[in-house]
């Protein structure tokens, strides 16, 4: 791994050519063949900006900008926070600030050459496996996102699968499901929620209906208006799904589980299957409500035609009697109007 050590790049800082020619000769005898240098203290940032130097063996009784001053402008441009600094100096109060300052080592001058190399060795030896370190943390964190978004995406399609086999016969339900996340995630970014609750909320809210697996299929699909005894039954769904779901480990599961359970209440107390008003129902399961709403009143249904987004709005801002403004969080629905483009381009782009 440290092969390669003689090519590493070193930058020399000495306002005295004496010095830089010895230093630079010391280096080479050594077999070092990647070495800079500059008498100018005021062009170490961009030259170390420019060329991510190893090592930069630094002088710190310079004109324009001393050592010190040096090692705090290159801290600006330093992206992992890890200065390779030697530091030259003459005075023995320098040692103790320099390394405080950020120098990794010291060496007394007039140097001895023996010492000079060895420390340059060594140095370079620790800054070599620090970068070697550094860019396989940089990798790891490359694998652990790929295979992150590997599980995202196996989940996503568990997901669909379920809720699919839960409304096996609307031919909508795909859609639906991938629309529902999106509307979801983007009214919650709305409201200011923060990236956790977002991709939460995208991932559990097409479980909301999970529970409809428990219904029978002659209430589940009949065409027509349900009996009481039939209504009664359908609303059961919410608390099937809130039962299928139950999970103390996944964020996604938890937060579907209260989803299913609470999107059919309504802002006013006259929802099921709890009868709960206000802000006691869950804002992810208000989210998902106005949403759903949405996303149903574009879609065609067995009593319904499919409606424009001019027509959608108007049901969810003015009402039609089965969907009246006080059943949603006012909050919520002035978000979404605010917003109302986007959640038109999702639906539209689905169909397209």
Known sequence: MLSNIRQARILIVDDQEANIMLLDFLLRSAGYTEVM??????????LYRNHRHDLI???????????FQVMEALKGVERDGYLPILALTADPSHKLKALEAGAKDFVSKPFDN???????HNMLEVRLLYKALHRYNEELEERVLARTEDLRASYREAIYTMTAAAEHKDEDTGLHIQRIGLYCQELAGH????????ENILYASPMHDIGKIGIPDHILLKPGPHTPDEWTV???HTTLGARILASKQSPYLQMGAEIALNHHERWDGSGYPRGIRGEAIPVAARIMNICDIYDALRSRRPYKPAFDHEQAMGVLLKGDGRTRPEHIDPDLRDAFERNQETFRGIFEDSIA
Not at 37 to 46: A, F, M
Not at 57 to 67: A, I, K, S, T, W
């Open 191 to 198: 409201l200011g929620m923060d990236g956790v609750f977002r």
């Open 57 to 67: 063996v630094l002088d710190l009784n310079l004109p324009h900008l001393d050592g």
């Open 234 to 236: 359908m609303q059961t």
């Open 114 to 120: 023996v010492e000079m190399l060895t420390r340059i």
């Open 37 to 46: 240098s500059t008498t100018d203290s005021r062009r170490v940032v961009e």
